[in-house]
Each structure stands twice: as structure tokens, then as C-alpha cells.
């Protein structure tokens, strides 16, 4: 029942919603692509067609209901080299081994490796991405006629003050029509989509890639496809996790990658750019009542019907109206909280959320952020996970064995710690080393205990190591050295 149920709510659970949130993405999308293609070097109908095929196929076969895929300035950042050193059919090679690589991903379950991103991480690509959102716009605010930052403050007055009288419409919907109108009536002199590029006169049409099917094209395109698939699930399954928490509800992030992957290979083969998910595009999605998959679909549905069937029209909408819904998105999408919850939360993670931010808005790549936070996250934890380790020492009234009582855990960053909390050069008889309440979970750890066991044993000792659990055992067992035969005189020389 629940197969049935579930793609009846997702396409037909919020139509009204999803239809006019579909067309306010679709118009939010149409300078993004331009923009995205100019970055990349290659025409703007590479750009628009990946759009348009992107959110019609991840609509379908994506794990993210109301998420919106498109070409991306992150993906076209990669692209850049390739396409100046081998052209546009290269680019389109790249795209189809990226979906492919992104499908592997997918049916390797890869996607669950999003657990082991923090929630700093999280928090601090977001601030991040709306931050980028915000600098990105600076150029259509810099050295313009007055009438573009009067057009610019009467779109946000529109997205923020129609929503107090009624919620009936979208209001960045209705800023970019009341803006165009106006414009139009007007003739004023401002920057429109049109003079951003050519929008395309004809639908997509299916096409493979003119270039000699060898290794030596596997060996150019394969390392520019790594990148593209890698960058585009990281921006994806993040994007992924803010519209969950936006929408409270899960999705499937491994369906996610195959989607993506789909997505691609679909877009290669009617001549368009690699794409993923888009942060921007998907608030705006949401924001504007968009919930389930018709959202996506009809947003790469309309794109393509406006830029073909209606290329007059939008080429005439201002781009103080986009910039409006852009600068609303960056505004949501900041989370204000985690600075005014800065110094509330622990230092370590306040760090994380600080580089994060930083890496990526210096960069202007969201991967390295994302890789940076995560690499900060993980030696934080095992910097707090090392400390828990105690060590009890204790000796019988006879003075003839001292025992060693472990808790914690021992691994790489708590083996020095393990060593150091024992007295080699005591003599005593005897010595008991209880790991019952520890658990060793590394060669290191291995290693720091074959230095102690050996150490205490070269001093005259007996040594025994007493209540250690299956899985350390079965690694000590494995790995170990004190038991061994000349072991002590190993350690000696």
C-alpha cells in the first residue's frame, strides 16, 4: 500500500503548490544556467538544456522529493580547463562517465556516508552557500543605475510584504512579473536576461559525443568525470540534508546518487553540461510551496517552454527582480542562530562551522569546505575520545603484584597516553593488566600494548593481560607481537 501511496503524494499531493513553485524556480533558473555556462566556456543552451534535463529526469529518479538539479557553478568551475583544452565534445564525454560514476556510487550505497558529516559541517556549508549566494549578486549591484537598486528594494519589499496579506501566490512569482511589467511599461534602462546571452530556439535533441572512443579519451575526460561526480554527490547529499530539515522528512540519500547519476547521463546524451543539486534554487523551491516531485518536473518543464516557446518574453525580465529572490534566499538561508549561538556552543564545534565557512567562501569550492570541516570534526572527536581513557593503578599489601585497571578507549590518539600511564620501572613480580573495560580498536593501539606488555616483561616482570573483549582480541591475536617468540630482545635492539 505504502508503494502506492507514496508517488501519489509525491506528484499529486500539492499541485497547486508545486505548479506555481515549479515556474518560480524555472525563472530563478534561467540567468543561473547562462551564467553557469558563460563560467564553463561553452554556449548558454548548454547551460539551459542541463537544467531543463536535470530536474525533469532527477524528478523521477531522485531520493530527494522537491529538490531541484541543474547546471552549477560548482560543477562549471571543474569544467573550465577541459573545455579550453579539448572542446565541447570532450565535456560531453565527461558528462555521460560522470552519471556513470555517480550510478556505481549509488548502487555502492555511498550515500551513507553522509552520517559522518557533522552537524557543525552542515551548518557551516550553508552559511557558507548563502554567503556565495549574496557575493554573487554584487555584480548586478555594482556601478548600475539608480533604477536597478530602487527595482532591487521594491522586489524584496514585494517578497517580504505580500506574504502579510496573502499567501495565495508566491511572492517572488509576483515580483518578477510586477518588476517585468514595469519595466516594460516603463522602457527603463536596466540589465535584463536577455543581454546575459542567446536563449535557445529549438528543444534539445539526442546526440553522442563526436570523439574517438579510446583510452586515450578515457585517459583526458576520466580524471575531470572523478571530480564532477565526487563534487556533485557532496553538493547534492548536502543539499539533500537542509531540505529534509526544511521540510521534516527523510530521503533516500543512495536513491539520491543513482538519480544524480541518471540525471547525467541523460543530459551528456541531449548535449548539456554535468549538474547536481542546487541549494539556492531548491529553498526557493520550498519557500515557495514546493513539496514533492511535480515541483521538480514542472520547474525543468516550464524552463525549457520559456527560454524555446517564450524567449521574447523572459528575455525582457529585469534582473533586479532575480536578484531580489536571490538576496531572499540568501537571507533563509543563513542560519542566523548559529551566530548568535556562537559562543553558547562547544569551541570545537564553533571551529568547525568557522573553517568550514571560511574554506569555502575563500575557495569558492564547496568541497573543499565540506573535506576540511569533516577533517576538522574527526580530530576533534578522537582528540575528546582519547581523554575518556582512564587508567587505575592498584598493589597488593604484599607489594608482589600491581594491577593495571584500563577504561576507555585505546587507538591512534590515545596510545601515547596508554604507554605513559605505566611505571616500567617499579619491580614487582606481577603484573596485571585488566583491559576488560577498554576496547582497542587499531594496529597502533596493538602496537602500544606489545611496548607495554614487552617494557614490564624486560624489567623481570610476569605480565598478563585479563578480560579483553572478542573484537580486540581477535585484532591483538591478529597483529600482536609480545607473545612471540624473541620478542623482548626485538624491543631491546
Known amino acids: 500500500m505504502l508503494s502506492l501511496v507514496s508517488p501519489r503524494r509525491d506528484w499529486l499531493g500539492n499541485v497547486r503548490g508545486d505548479l506555481l513553485a515549479g515556474l518560480v524556480v524555472a525563472l530563478a533558473l534561467i540567468p543561473e544556467a547562462i551564467a553557469f555556462s558563460i563560467i564553463a566556456g561553452v554556449d548558454p543552451k548548454i547551460g539551459l538544456y542541463a537544467s531543463f534535463s536535470m530536474a525533469v529526469v532527477i524528478a523521477i529518479t531522485g531520493g530527494r522529493p522537491g529538490m531541484i538539479s541543474a547546471a552549477t557553478g560548482a560543477m562549471a568551475l571543474v569544467m573550465v580547463t577541459l573545455v579550453k583544452e579539448h572542446g565541447l565534445q570532450y565535456l560531453l564525454v565527461a558528462t555521460l562517465l560522470t552519471g556513470l560514476l555517480q550510478i556505481v556510487a549509488g548502487l555502492l550505497r555511498l550515500g551513507t556516508l553522509m552520517r559522518f558529516v557533522s552537524r557543525s559541517v552542515v551548518t557551516g556549508f550553508v552559511n557558507a552557500l548563502a554567503i556565495l549566494i549574496f557575493l554573487a549578486q554584487l ?52 540589465r535584463r536576461v536577455g543581454d546575459m546571452g542567446a536563449l535557445p530556439d529549438s528543444l534539445p535533441v539526442f546526440l553522442l559525443p563526436d570523439v574517438p572512443l579510446t583510452l586515450e579519451t578515457l585517459t583526458i575526460v576520466f580524471p575531470y568525470a572523478l571530480t564532477l561526480a565526487v563534487v556533485g554527490l557532496l553538493e547534492s547529499m548536502m543539499t539533500a540534508a537542509i531540505v529534509d530539515e526544511l521540510t521534516d522528512t527523510a530521503s533516500d540519500k543512495n536513491r539520491e546518487c543513482v538519480g544524480q547519476g541518471l540525471a547525467n547521463l541523460a543530459t551528456g546524451a541531449l548535449g548539456g553540461m554535468a549538474g547536481c543539486a542546487m541549494i539556492g534554487q531548491s529553498v526557493i523551491n520550498v519557500k515557495s510551496g514546493g513539496r514533492g516531485r511535480l515541483s521538480t518536473f514542472v520547474a525543468g518543464l516550464f524552463l525549457l517552454i520559456l527560454v524555446v516557446f517564450l524567449g521574447p518574453w523572459v528575455s525582457q525580465i529585469p534582473m533586479a527582480a532575480l536578484v531580489a529572490v536571490m538576496i531572499m534566499v540568501s537571507i533563509g538561508t543563513f542560519s542566523w542562530d548559529s551566530v548568535r549561538r556562537l559562543r553558547e556552543h562547544p569551541p570545537s564545534s564553533s571551529i568547525v562551522m568557522i573553517a568550514t565557512v571560511v574554506v569555502t567562501v575563500l575557495t569558492h569550492d564547496l568541497a573543499q569546505g565540506v573535506f576540511v570541516g569533516v577533517l576538522l570534526s574527526g580530530l576533534f572527536f578522537a582528540h575528546k575520545v582519547s581523554l575518556v581513557l582512564r587508567i587505575d593503578r592498584s598493589i597488593d599489601p604484599q607489594g608482589l603484584e600491581r594491577r593495571y585497571q584500563v577504561v576507555g578507549q585505546v587507538f591512534f590518539a590515545s596510545a601515547e597516553r596508554f604507554e605513559a600511564a605505566f611505571d616500567y620501572r617499579e619491580v614487582v613480580p606481577r603484573v596485571v593488566i585488566d583491559v576488560g573495560r577498554a576496547h582497542f580498536w587499531d594496529i597502533t593501539a596493538v602496537s602500544a600494548l606489545d611496548k607495554v606488555v614487552m617494557k614490564l616483561r624486560r624489567e623481570g616482570a610476569q605480565v598478563e593481560v585479563l578480560g579483553m573483549n572478542e573484537a580486540s582480541a581477535t585484532l591483538v591475536d591478529r597483529f600482536a607481537v609480545h607473545d612471540k617468540p624473541g620478542a623482548v630482545e626485538q624491543l631491546m635492539h
Open 139 to 190: 555584480p548586478e549591484l555594482t556601478n548600475m543605475p539608480w533604477t536597478v537598486y530602487a527595482m532591487t528594494a521594491a522586489g524584496l519589499a514585494i517578497i517580504y510584504g505580500l506574504p502579510r496579506i496573502t499567501r495565495a501566490v508566491p511572492s517572488p512569482l509576483v515580483n518578477i512579473v510586477v518588476l517585468t511589467g514595469v519595466a516594460m511599461a516603463l522602457d527603463l534602462d536596466v
